[in-house]
């Protein structure tokens, strides 16, 4: 009798275990599908808009305040100037830094432990606030570049300069010791063997780090913002100190247009810029792929 | 090739041998000049927002700025009171964070414990691939699915404008989303695999490890990860800028249009401030505001890790 007793309610209990098993893994279920649905719609309902007006005028047009004829152009030509620029000059800093916060700085020292912690307070510095120090100190200010091509190539670099250190870091970091110590072993000096030994091993670290860096720098829009990008420009950036518009920001000005017709141009442009950033991952995993090696 | 040229080197005369460690000598001066300038003029520049934020000050008293509810200071005559600000950069983060929170959570516990390797190999790359999509993608995103399809249809109270708090919300939500989710899995992946294994072995489902193992002997990286989703979403400019519209009403509903701190500074600087206005000014302050407060959630976020984190080995 009590035994049948106890049998039936451990069963009660079992199925009510269960019950309450099928329901947190039918959230985590939700919670991933809300995950997977929005990037799911958020591609098809662009697709969908942009279809339309994904043709070789987008391209060859440049912006415009009349649908018609709105293109991306100049958009196009100043995306690519000022994430080249800036992946550049970003990739010498984080480089740099990197090779002496991993390879000379005494990793006890309080210079190295303060850029440590400086570098990450950067990384969580909100991207608009970089687009306010910006406006007051490489567009008016001390620098007074304008709203030029030179300002939101700095700019930008400022912004992706933290995350790129980390990587180049953890890039370095990789690296086993015993490579360091086998250089050294055959008189290799410190230089030599970073330049001709760690340096090539953590190149597709480095590599993949800067791609993402770079594929930031092309996706943001924010601190330019306030950097004067936010307008029609009907001439490709020829230089530093040219006017430019980045496509981000060309995307913002249609999505702000009053006209409907403007939502499908700024959907075939968010296609183009969708298509880069891919693209450019794509680089990030072929490199990461070929470069990997097991020590 | 480098072992022989190194060798011939130690072995050449000392004049050669003397440049050589004078070229080592300027590579860690020259090195070390780049580590500390890049790091260093950015910091600096940080600083520099003190002084045109006290210029600011000297001419709005700071009893308007706390002690209003009117936010106009780009008009004539303009309104110094910040709390339209606060009050719609707060409610914007909640919602976001009732969504990234959960919604990552839940994730990184599918991912940890229940998805096969092949749904992992799946899904990992679709999280990275979402959480990629520029901000912007995201704004537009907002505007044209979340508010009319989304928003408007699941808020119980009033109508949903074509601008709203609650569009905004939910697609900073959803933008955070796969980032709160790597960082879960990442403070999932801390707690030792033994604890875990020994929760199975007493017979324990799956639940019962994620809720009663996992997520308390992680909680500490949980708890961070969920103050670092704050403050991305505070400081997520685009998203707001375009989603919830560009009025900052002093409201508790988000229904309304509202502004947050971020995208004010975005919205004034859609208009060329004339240098020495106010309203230039005006930028620097609340810019200050916004570096404090995500500054001081990251270094707070940094604090719980260290302070509670249980150490098991």
Same mark, same amino acid.
């Given at each position: 009798?009590?035994?049948?007793?106890?049998?039936?309610?451990? #069963?009660?209990?079992?199925?009510?275990?269960?019950?309450?098993?099928?329901?947190?893994?039918?959230?985590?279920?939700?919670?991933?599908?809300?995950?997977?649905?929005?990037?799911?719609?958020?591609?098809? +309902?662009?697709?969908? #808009?942009?279809?339309?007006?994904?043709?070789? #005028?987008?391209?060859?047009?440049?912006?415009?305040?009349?649908?018609?004829?709105?293109?991306?152009?100049?958009?196009?030509?100043?995306?690519?100037?000022?994430?080249?620029?800036?992946?550049?000059?970003?990739?010498?800093?984080?480089?740099?830094?990197?090779?002496?916060?991993?390879?000379?700085?005494?990793?006890?020292?309080?210079?190295?432990?303060?850029?440590?912690?400086?570098?990450?307070?950067?990384?969580?510095?909100?991207?608009?606030?970089?687009?306010?120090?910006?406006?007051?100190?490489?567009?008016?200010?001390?620098?007074?570049?304008?709203?030029?091509?030179?300002?939101?190539?700095?700019?930008? +670099?400022?912004?992706?300069?933290?995350?790129?250190?980390?990587?180049?870091?953890?890039?370095?970091?990789?690296?086993?010791?015993?490579?360091?110590?086998?250089?050294?072993?055959?008189?290799?000096?410190?230089?030599? +063997?970073?330049?001709?030994?760690?340096?090539?091993?953590? +190149?597709?670290?480095?590599?993949?780090?800067?791609?993402?860096?770079?594929?930031?720098?092309?996706?943001?829009?924010?601190?330019?913002?306030?950097?004067?990008?936010?307008?029609?420009?009907?001439?490709?950036?020829?230089?530093?100190?040219?006017?430019?518009?980045?496509?981000?920001?060309?995307?913002?000005?249609?999505?702000?247009?009053?006209?409907?017709?403007?939502?499908?141009?700024?959907?075939?442009?968010?296609?183009?810029?969708?298509?880069?950033?891919?693209?450019?991952?794509?680089?990030?995993?072929?490199?990461? #792929?070929?470069?990997?090696?097991?020590? | 090739?480098?072992?022989?040229?190194?060798?011939?080197?130690?072995?050449?005369?000392?004049?050669?041998?003397?440049?050589?460690?004078?070229?080592?000598?300027?590579?860690?001066?020259?090195?070390?000049?780049?580590?500390?300038?890049?790091?260093?003029?950015?910091?600096?520049?940080?600083?520099?927002?003190?002084?045109?934020?006290?210029?600011?000050?000297?001419?709005?008293?700071?009893?308007?700025?706390?002690?209003?509810? $009117?936010?106009?200071?780009?008009?004539?005559?303009?309104?110094?009171?910040?709390?339209?600000?606060?009050? !719609?950069?707060?409610?914007?983060?909640?919602?976001?964070?009732?969504?990234?929170?959960? !919604?990552?959570?839940?994730?990184?516990?599918?991912?940890?414990?229940?998805?096969?390797?092949?749904?992992?190999?799946?899904?990992?790359?679709?999280?990275?691939?979402?959480? !990629?999509?520029?901000?912007?993608?995201?704004?537009?995103?907002?505007?044209?699915?979340?508010?009319?399809?989304?928003?408007?249809?699941?808020?119980?109270?009033?109508?949903?404008?074509?601008?709203?708090?609650?569009?905004?919300?939910?697609?900073?939500?959803?933008?955070?989303?796969?980032?709160?989710?790597?960082?879960?899995?990442?403070?999932?992946?801390?707690?030792?695999?033994?604890?875990?294994?020994?929760?199975?072995?007493?017979?324990?489902?799956?639940?019962?490890?994620?809720?009663?193992?996992?997520?308390?002997?992680?909680?500490?990286?949980?708890?961070?990860?969920?103050?670092?989703?704050?403050? $991305?979403?505070?400081?997520?400019?685009?998203?707001?800028?375009?989603?919830?519209?560009?009025?900052?009403?002093?409201?508790?509903?988000?229904?309304?249009?509202?502004?947050?701190?971020?995208?004010?500074?975005?919205?004034?600087?859609?208009?060329?401030?004339?240098?020495?206005?106010?309203?230039?000014?005006?930028?620097?302050?609340?810019?200050?505001?916004?570096?404090?407060?995500?500054?001081?959630?990251?270094?707070?976020?940094?604090?719980?890790?260290?302070?509670?984190?249980?150490?098991?080995?």
């Amino acid at each position: 009798m009590s035994l049948t007793k106890a049998a039936s309610l451990q #069963d009660t209990t079992s199925t009510a275990r269960k019950l309450r098993d099928r329901a947190f893994l039918g959230t985590l279920w939700l919670a991933t599908l809300i995950a997977l649905l929005t990037l799911i719609v958020l591609v098809f +309902t662009t697709f969908v #808009d942009g279809r339309g007006k994904l043709n070789l #005028d987008l391209l060859r047009n440049f912006p415009s305040p009349f649908p018609e004829d709105a293109g991306i152009q100049s958009a196009l030509f100043g995306s690519l100037w000022v994430v080249l620029t800036s992946g550049i000059l970003s990739l010498f800093f984080a480089i740099g830094s990197a090779i002496y916060l991993e390879e000379f700085a005494n990793p006890n020292s309080r210079v190295q432990r303060l850029i440590t912690l400086n570098i990450q307070t950067l990384a969580g510095v909100p991207s608009i606030v970089y687009g306010v120090l910006g406006l007051a100190f490489v567009v008016r200010g001390p620098l007074g570049w304008g709203f030029t091509v030179g300002s939101a190539s700095v700019v930008l +670099t400022m912004m992706v300069l933290p995350m790129m250190i980390v990587a180049s870091r953890e890039a370095l970091k990789a690296v086993p010791p015993s490579l360091r110590e086998g250089a050294y072993a055959l008189g290799a000096t410190r230089w030599q +063997t970073i330049s001709k030994q760690v340096l090539p091993a953590a +190149t597709g670290g480095i590599a993949t780090g800067s791609i993402l860096g770079v594929s930031r720098a092309l996706g943001e829009s924010a601190p330019l913002i306030l950097l004067g990008a936010l307008a029609y420009v009907s001439s490709n950036p020829s230089g530093f100190d040219s006017d430019y518009t980045v496509l981000p920001l060309l995307i913002f000005k249609y999505a702000t247009e009053a006209q409907e017709e403007f939502r499908a141009v700024g959907a075939a442009a968010i296609i183009v810029l969708l298509v880069l950033l891919v693209a450019l991952n794509l680089l990030a995993i072929v490199i990461r #792929d070929k470069t990997r090696k097991s020590w | 090739m480098s072992v022989l040229e190194t060798q011939s080197a130690s072995l050449q005369p000392s004049g050669r041998k003397l440049r050589q460690q004078r070229f080592e000598r300027f590579v860690v001066v020259a090195l070390a000049v780049i580590a500390t300038s890049g790091v260093l003029v950015t910091t600096g520049v940080v600083f520099a927002l003190v002084g045109p934020t006290i210029d600011f000050f000297r001419e709005v008293r700071v009893s308007e700025f706390l002690g209003s509810t $009117r936010w106009y200071p780009l008009y004539e005559p303009p309104e110094f009171g910040v709390w339209p600000l606060v009050v !719609g950069t707060f409610f914007i983060m909640l919602i976001a964070v009732a969504i990234a929170v959960p !919604g990552g959570l839940g994730i990184a516990f599918f991912l940890s414990e229940y998805a096969s390797p092949r749904v992992r190999r799946v899904l990992k790359p679709l999280l990275e691939i979402l959480a !990629g999509i520029p901000t912007v993608v995201f704004g537009f995103f907002a505007l044209y699915f979340i508010s009319p399809n989304v928003a408007s249809k699941i808020w119980p109270i009033g109508e949903v404008g074509f601008y709203s708090g609650l569009a905004a919300g939910i697609t900073v939500g959803l933008m955070i989303l796969p980032m709160m989710t790597t960082l879960a899995e990442d403070a999932m992946a801390a707690v030792p695999r033994a604890l875990v294994d020994g929760a199975y072995a007493l017979g324990a489902t799956k639940r019962e490890v994620c809720t009663g193992v996992i997520f308390q002997a992680g909680l500490s990286g949980i708890i961070a990860a969920a103050v670092i989703a704050m403050s $991305r979403a505070i400081g997520e400019t685009t998203i707001v800028l375009l989603a919830a519209g560009s009025d900052a009403v002093f409201s508790f509903n988000p229904g309304n249009p509202m502004q947050t701190m971020a995208s004010f500074i975005g919205f004034a600087g859609l208009g060329d401030q004339p240098v020495d206005s106010t309203g230039y000014r005006t930028i620097f302050a609340v810019g200050s505001m916004l570096f404090l407060i995500t500054f001081g959630l990251n270094v707070m976020s940094r604090r719980i890790v260290n302070r509670f984190r249980e150490a098991y080995e």
